[in-house]
């Protein structure tokens, strides 16, 4: 069964930056169109962003132009580099198959933008 290794999440102030990793235990994970997705306390779980096998990637209008997702299918690992943080980027984020939720769901890993 595919397991998913969400890191890199933390406490960083408005405006700074922070790099998730996810790390897919997939031999076929480069075929994969893999999303990160977020959900912040009593909201419902949402999609931040997405990457094609290929490397194609769509983004929220809330994070469009502050967060780039990418992937090293060597590495069957995907990114999530995070700019201009705001205290509404505030959730645990997840990585998992895009549009649909293949695989089991990892632990995620907690970002939080607060001063």
Same mark, same amino acid.
Request: aromatic share 12%; glycine share 10%; hydrophobic share 30%.
């Given at each position: 069964?595919?397991?998913?290794?969400?890191?890199?999440?933390?406490?960083?102030?408005?405006?700074?930056?922070?790099?998730?990793?996810?790390?897919?235990?997939?031999?076929?994970?480069?075929?994969?169109?893999?999303?990160?997705?977020?959900?912040?306390?009593?909201?419902?779980?949402e999609l931040v962003a997405s990457t094609t096998s290929g490397g194609s990637t769509?983004?929220?209008?809330?994070?469009?132009?502050?967060?780039?997702?990418?992937?090293? *299918?060597?590495?069957? @690992? %995907? +990114?999530?580099?995070?700019?201009?943080?705001?205290?509404?980027?505030?959730?645990?984020?997840?990585? *998992?198959?895009?549009? @649909? %939720? +293949?695989?089991?769901?990892?632990?995620?890993?907690?970002?939080?933008?607060?001063?």
């Open positions: 069964q595919v397991q998913l290794v969400e890191s890199g999440g933390g406490l960083v102030q408005p405006g700074g930056s922070l790099r998730l990793s996810c790390a897919a235990s997939a031999s076929a994970f480069r075929i994969y169109t893999m999303g990160w997705y977020r959900q912040a306390p009593g909201k419902q779980r769509n983004y929220a209008d809330s994070v469009k132009g502050r967060f780039t997702m990418s992937r090293d *299918n060597a590495k069957n @690992t %995907v +990114y999530l580099q995070m700019n201009s943080l705001k205290p509404e980027d505030t959730a645990v984020y997840y990585c *998992n198959h895009y549009p @649909t %939720v +293949y695989f089991p769901w990892g632990q995620g890993t907690q970002v939080t933008v607060s001063s």
